[in-house]
């Protein structure tokens, strides 16, 4: 892969994290989808991964940091789903 394909990827990982995260929130916003829902966990979790990539990449230390925390945040209620789902 050259260096030019590596960089447009890595720039539209970041940008599909961004709108991953975007489209989460509005349909939590607008009552379209629950917050406590495996898909919006889902879709925020593949948001900050794909926005902690390329923050990394760019060196933008903050923001892959809260990235990862929200990743680890979202591995953590997918966990808690999945206990909550074999419990029943």
Request: aromatic content about 10%.
């Amino acid at each position: 892969m050259t260096m030019a394909a590596m960089e447009f990827l890595l720039v539209a990982v970041g940008w599909l994290g961004a709108g991953l995260l975007l489209f989460g929130y509005a349909m939590v916003s607008s009552s379209r989808l629950s917050g406590e829902s495996v898909a919006y966990q889902l879709i925020n979790l593949g948001g900050s991964l794909g926005l902690m990539i390329n923050s990394a990449v760019q060196a933008a230390w903050p923001s892959a940091v809260l990235n990862l925390i929200w990743a680890a945040i979202g591995v953590t209620a997918l966990f808690k789903l999945y206990r909550i789902g074999l419990a029943r």
